[in-house]
């Protein structure tokens, strides 16, 4: 008889599994040059978005990315299921993270795909309309 798993263990995995995606995206950004500002930032109360990574270019363009993992390139792969919903709640959050900045620099919304165990970056992604 096969015993089931629990839950928060497939969870816990999942997040581990995440984690080192985003360890693994923000090594390759760091060496291309990218800055870090803010990991996993969130706004406050519910309903409100994250950006898994807050960069900045030498030459000052803010980079809000998002890393997505999958294990193969099935069903569009990695950067395909930054579907619009989630890129409006990125739009979301960079907008909160850009209201504290006493002036707003040059940004861009960027993905990190970590598939197949290659990274792929794609920069400009998708853009704040």
């Not at 008889?1 to 995206?25: C, L, N």
């Not at 409100?48 to 999958?70: A, S």
């Not at 990190?112 to 704040?128: P, Q």
């Amino acid at each position: 008889m096969e015993i089931p798993r629990r839950k928060d263990t497939v969870t816990a995995t999942t997040k581990q599994a995440g984690d080192a995606a985003e360890d693994r995206a923000l090594a390759h950004l760091l060496a291309g040059g990218l800055k870090l500002l803010a990991r996993n930032y969130r706004t406050p109360g519910r309903g409100g978005g994250e950006i898994d990574l807050v960069m900045r270019e030498p030459g000052g363009t803010l980079v809000f990315v998002e890393v997505r993992q999958r294990a193969s390139r099935s069903f569009g792969g990695a950067a395909a299921s930054v579907s619009h919903f989630k890129q409006r709640r990125i739009v979301f959050a960079a907008r909160h993270y850009l209201m504290r900045l006493a002036q707003q620099p040059p940004c861009r919304f960027d993905v990190v795909s970590v598939e197949a165990g290659e990274i792929e970056w794609l920069k400009a992604a998708f853009d704040a309309a």
